[in-house]
């Protein structure tokens, strides 16, 4: 593969380069960008405002990206605590941002005497829960599931292999929804690098970052977070193509394979043969994605009515971990695949279900918002950016839907999708479906309870 030297948009243009310190002095002492960050995890966290807010990121996770080169014969270690939260997660990229490996919390055995929170039916309230994972500059094995919880899976090892003349790594970490009250690591503070030079010399601190390069600039292709701005121009303007292309009425979903298939939404292609999970912009294999392309051409609202799957409830700090047909359900809002940028999004906990646990999801720019579009009245907002893409339309969006570590006995999540055109038949009601409105006939149209 051919690298190209680009220094991240966000995550190295703005948190800088090798003499660049993590943190800008100001009046207040605060970071330019905000989000706690160490020698090892050097670059601000990426997230919807006000972090860095690139690759799609959901706005209810935050993203800590490091980026090392192990001295050759030594061994990489990091030891931390399992925060308190719903997801922690490890997954090393390559230089296109495709995954290569993903280690899941459930999956990593914690220290001798100390529980491992994100395991089903254990006490997530244990003050003891340390664990240490293993860094290795090595491939992983081919044909791993994604996607789905793996029954008596356990691996503290995390295949980084290094890319390109530097050898570089990288390696991103991911904590969603943190429990209420806590900071956005869950309370446990960032991952510790222990690196065991070939001399068998131990380094700690900065000492170990010193020795790992971590302040190097990243190897990415250049399309491995967004779409470069002049070919997204080309797909958004297909010859032939209606109006509001690739944007339908009634709505297309799109399960995320391929980068190649990722374009079709604009070209029209459907390539045979795509991966799942490798399409998007660091995507996470944990998850699997669906989303449609909207236009508010066809109406200011749209909304969406679809069922709701059972997943975990960590929010209010509950003290024993729960596994549903998913491990974490969201929606977002984003925008074209040049900006790649989160407006908003909303997870499971966050979305009021009626009896039979169906939601109804009104998705407008704030000046549009219905006012009978809150919890009150049953309904979930999310909003739309004002400058619709970002790009060239500024009607167009992106509607993304996760579906996480799915049950594998659960057959109608995204992970069943194995067909492309079988979405709709796979996934029945738990795929939304969507009709395009104006404000005032969608306060006219949906009751509100009295008081």
């Not at 055995?109 to 500059?137: H, V």
């Not at 044909?143 to 003349?165: F, K, S, W, Y």
């Not at 579009?373 to 996760?402: H, T, Y």
């Amino acid at each position: 593969m051919a690298f190209v030297r680009k220094t991240l948009l966000a995550l190295a243009a703005l948190a800088g380069a090798s003499t660049l310190a993590p943190t800008v002095a100001t009046a207040a002492d605060a970071p330019v960008i905000a989000g706690a960050r160490s020698c090892l995890w050097f670059r601000p966290p990426v997230g919807a405002d006000p972090y860095v807010n690139v690759a799609y990121p959901d706005a209810n996770a935050r993203y800590w990206t490091a980026v090392f080169s192990t001295p050759p014969g030594a061994t990489l270690t990091l030891k931390a605590n399992f925060p308190h939260a719903r997801y922690l997660s490890f997954i090393s990229y390559d230089a296109a941002g495709r995954p290569l490996e993903a280690l899941a919390d459930y999956r990593i055995s914690p220290d001798a005497g100390a529980t491992n929170p994100f395991t089903t039916g254990a006490r997530r309230d244990d003050a003891k829960r340390g664990y240490a994972i293993q860094i290795l500059d090595a491939a992983p094995a081919a044909g791993q599931t994604e996607g789905q919880t793996l029954a008596g899976d356990r691996q503290n090892v995390i295949h980084t292999p290094g890319l390109g003349a530097g050898h570089q790594q990288v390696l991103v970490m991911r904590v969603y929804v943190p429990d209420r009250g806590r900071d956005i690591l869950g309370g446990v503070g960032l991952p510790q690098a222990e690196l065991t030079l070939a001399d068998g010399r131990k380094l700690t601190g900065q000492a170990a970052c010193d020795a790992l390069n971590t302040t190097q600039a990243p190897v990415l292709t250049a399309a491995a977070l967004s779409i470069p701005l002049n070919d997204f121009a080309k797909l958004s303007h297909q010859p032939d193509r209606p109006a509001l292309w690739p944007a339908t009425n009634p709505l297309s979903w799109f399960v995320q394979y391929d980068r190649k298939f990722l374009l079709g939404i604009y070209t029209g292609e459907r390539p045979a043969g795509a991966r799942k999970s490798e399409g998007g912009f660091f995507p996470n294999p944990d998850n699997n994605y669906i989303r449609t392309i909207i236009n508010r051409g066809y109406g200011r609202v749209l909304v969406l009515r679809g069922k709701m799957p059972t997943t975990a409830r960590t929010l209010g700090g509950e003290s024993v971990m729960t596994q549903g047909q998913l491990r974490y359900w969201s929606i977002c809002s984003n925008q074209g695949f040049a900006n790649t940028r989160a407006t908003a999004c909303l997870f499971d906990e966050e979305v009021p279900l009626d009896k039979d646990g169906w939601y109804t999801i009104a998705i407008s720019r704030e000046a549009d918002r219905p006012r009978n579009a809150v919890a009150a009245c049953g309904v979930a907002w999310l909003k739309l950016a004002d400058d619709g893409d970002g790009a060239f339309d500024e009607n167009a969006g992106v509607i993304q839907i996760r579906n996480m570590l799915a049950d594998p006995t659960f057959g109608q999540s995204i992970q069943a999708v194995t067909e492309i055109g079988t979405e709709k038949a796979v996934m029945g009601d738990y795929l939304p479906t969507g009709t395009y409105m104006m404000t005032n006939s969608f306060e006219s149209v949906l009751a509100c309870p009295l008081g």
